[in-house]
Structure formats: C-alpha cells, structure tokens
C-alpha cells in the first residue's frame, strides 16, 4: 500500500494560496505532503518562491498531514539553524515532520556571494552538515572546522525522537553515497530503468528506510491543455546534471530552455486528460518499490487537479496511511 501526498511547489505558487490546496488536498484524500525550499523559481513564469519553513509551521498546524522538505544546508543555510528548524517542527509537531538534505543549486545558493564549489566539494560539505545536524539532533554541543564550521552549538529546544534525515538522489551515484547517512530516500519521476538502478545502489550499499518518489504530473480534462499546462510551467526543468545544478538564475534556465519543445517536457512530466492513465502509472513506480509517492501538478492551478484526483485516482490506489516520520 503506498503513501499518497502532495507535493507543494513554491517557486510555483503563492504561499497562502498553496496553503489552502494543502488543507484542501487532505480534504480530498491525499496523506501525507511535501515541499520544496527554494530562494528562486526555475523560471519567470513560476513567478514565486516563499520561505518554506515559515510555511511549513502553518501547514502544519492547519492539517493533520504528515509533511517533508528539500532543504541544502552548507551555504544558504548553516547547518546549525537547519537542525534548529527541524528540532523545533519535530518538537512541536511529533512524528510529522522530515527533511531531506542535499548538496543544492546554484540558483538558490549563489545569493551569499560564496564560490559555488564543485560537486565534490559540495558533497563533502553536505556529509560534514548531515553529521553536524545529527550531533545536534542528538543534543550534543557541537564544534566543527571545516568546510563549514560551528562554533560550540547546541539546539535546546529538541523533540522526544529526531525527524528523518533523508537523502535526495536524481543519479546513481548520489543514492549509493546517501546510503551512508539517511532515513530513506527520494527521487523525482525518471525512466523506470534509472530508478530501478538507484533503488538496486541504495539498498545494495545497506541504505534502509523508505523510498519516496516525487512524480511530475500534468492534469487537464483537455488533453492538450494538460500539454500546455506543462510546457508552460515545467520547459526550464528539462536539464539533467549538472547542468541544472550550475545555471544561477530563472533568466539563465529561461535561455536554456530557449530550443525546449513540448515533447521534450512531456518525457520528464506525466502528461495525460486520461486519469486511468494516471493511476496506472502511479501503480507502476508502486511495483518499482516506492513507499511514498508525492504527486505534484505542475500548473498553477491546484483545485481541479485535486479534486480529480481525489474522486477518480485515489480510490483506485490502496493507500496507506503514513508511518511516523522518526529516524529508523
């Protein structure tokens, strides 16, 4: 039985109004929800990018949901206020709450004015976060000198047991080294072959936890609306790495995205009228081995989408309701 939640897009979306899609996707069905973190939209038709942890304690405290986060900590972010964040979300909102935590973006991460490192480098710098955060999770007073430092740090405020730490991975190489560290692990919708190699590198490197999946979806009763919907919103998120990772800002993904056609963004997002096809595609990444799904409607408009999909899609999944989102 699968976790079905809603994926919640800032860049996309206004933050009061993907609050009340949030509230409404429970209403319908959905399970559990997720969001992004992200200082910039991918591209100047998203049009937005809200704080999401101020987000999230409304979020929370308006549904019953469980929720995640994609979060980077090492430059935007110290890791120090990262664990602070999530000790006090888990704190006051037990079982509820988990972070995924990445190398990220330079779209995101280039507005402190530090070189934006190479991905090894970031992904040192990830690892000594995740230890960092974990000590401090933990309740211990943590220093560290190196690729980020902390000085004599302590979170005060702690919850009876530390949220997930889950690791992100869109290659093969990312899911193997996050079997290291994490509770788990998410990835975004790609060909069923490449997720059945990350699953296969995760497990085999003695990664545990579940496995959470994000899917792209664009839903239209038109099918060439639902086309349009996505060509529209999703033409700049095309690019494998590290291309995506190294473009800074939506004008540079907008440039990119220049020669993008709608066949293009209709590989990376489910795009049907048909929502048979939907549910039978979300079978699909169920016998791959996901746990969790988190479906996210690439338009702006989030209402129909759910209501759909709440009638028509979940009934014909069995859903689960989610297990606490606790370190394993």
Known sequence: MPVI?????????????????VQHAEEVGFTAAMCSDHFAP????????????????????TTNLPFGAVNAPGQRYHPAIVAQAIATLGAMFPGRFWVALGSGEAMNEHITGDRWPRKDVRDAR????????RALLAGEEVTHDGLVTVDRAKIWTLP???PALIAPAVTVATARRGAEWADGMVTINQPHG???????????AGGRGRLVLQVHVSYDPDPDRALAIAFEEWHSNVFPPPLCWDLDTPEAFEQASAHVTPDDVAKVVRVSSDLGQHAAWIDEYVELGFDDIYLHHVGQEQR???????EHVLPQLDVEKPEPAVAV
């Open 194 to 204: 490449h997720l059945r190699e990350m699953i296969a590198a995760y497990r085999d």
């Open 5 to 21: 939640g809603f994926h919640n897009s800032h860049e996309q979306i206004h933050p009061a109004e993907l609050l009340t899609a």
């Open 160 to 162: 009876e047991q530390p």
């Open 304 to 310: 129909g989408f759910l209501d759909a999909f709440g």
């Open 126 to 133: 990830l690892r000594e976060c995740v230890d960092v955060i």
């Open 42 to 61: 991918w591209n100047l038709e998203q049009g937005h990018s809200g704080f999401s942890w101020s987000w999230l304690g409304a979020a929370l405290a």
